[in-house]
Nanobody, 122 residues
Framework: QVQLVESGGGLVQPGGSLRLSCAAS????????ITWFRQAPGKEREGVSC??????NYADSVKGRFTISRDNAKDTVYLQMNSLKPEDTAVYYC?????????????????WGQGTQVTVSS
């Protein structure tokens, strides 16, 4: 059974950093793409960053500030978020799909974690 558990969210001041973790179980991470999404109140869920065995992808709004990485030994994907802005405030979710193509389109994914709240505020 595919399971994803996010952690690492919290309250941070503008300009600060957070590292989110997505712990995977029930499947072999190497054969799957993992994507981070976020959803702010009243807005649609949007793709933030994706990593697969062969590629990474970032939304324009986070390029140069966020870095995605994976530790296959720990079955975990990380999202390092630097230079955070108030507009980064959202619930962050990780999702997975089998394959090596990195989509940021939420309709491509059917396996989701429960989410972790990130709040950027002074």
């Amino acid at each position: 059974q595919v399971q994803l558990v996010e952690s690492g969210g919290g309250l941070v001041q503008p300009g600060g950093s957070l590292r989110l973790s997505c712990a995977a179980s029930g499947f072999t991470l190497n054969y799957y793409a993992i994507t981070w999404f976020r959803q702010a109140p009243g807005k649609e869920r949007e793709g933030v960053s994706c990593i697969s065995v062969s590629s990474t992808n970032y939304a324009d709004s986070v390029k140069g500030r966020f870095t995605i990485s994976r530790d296959n030994a720990k079955d975990t994907v990380y999202l390092q978020m630097n230079s955070l802005k108030p507009e980064d405030t959202a619930v962050y979710y990780c999702a997975t799909r089998r394959g090596s193509i990195c989509y940021l389109d939420r309709t491509r994914y059917s396996n989701w974690g429960q989410g972790t709240q990130v709040t950027v505020s002074s």
